[in-house]
């Protein structure tokens, strides 16, 4: 059976940093692209990161790049998303995602619809 657990949410000053875990049983790290998503209340799920351990290749969205770091750990089968100078508009429940490694991972890497199984979300609030 396919579990993601989401850790590590909580509520922020703006320009503080999270680190956010997926932890991830029944798929194994090394044969899938796992992803974060993100979705703010009455905004469309969008896409943050995504990390293939086969091949080392990692995305980011336009909106995190440059202040959101994806990584991952074979070992403990466990992804994380370390995410500096939050802002506001980080605000929104963190899903992770993992799908066994196909084309579409390739093409469409931070789409929702290219993933099979989703965690139950994690919260972030970045306010002062």
């Known amino acids: 059976q396919v579990q993601l657990v989401e850790s590590g949410g909580g509520l922020v000053q703006p320009g503080e940093s999270l680190r956010l875990s997926c932890k991830v049983s029944?798929?194994?790290?090394?044969?899938?692209?796992v992803a974060w998503f993100r979705q703010a209340p009455g905004k469309q799920r969008e896409g943050v990161s995504s990390?293939?351990?086969?091949?080392?290749?990692?995305t980011y969205g336009k909106s995190v790049k440059g202040r959101f770091t994806i990584s991952g750990e074979s070992a403990g089968n466990t992804v994380y998303l370390q995410m500096n100078g939050l802002r506001p508009e980080d605000t929104a429940t963190y899903y992770c995602?993992?799908?066994?490694?196909?084309?579409?991972?390739?093409?469409?890497?931070?789409?929702?619809?290219?993933?099979?199984?989703w965690g139950q979300g994690t919260q972030v609030t970045v306010s002062s």
């Open positions: 995602a993992a799908v066994r490694n196909k084309i579409a991972v390739i093409t469409s890497p931070l789409n929702p619809v290219t993933y099979d199984y």
């Open positions: 990390f293939t351990p086969i091949d080392g290749s990692k």
């Open positions: 029944g798929l194994t790290l090394s044969e899938n692209t």
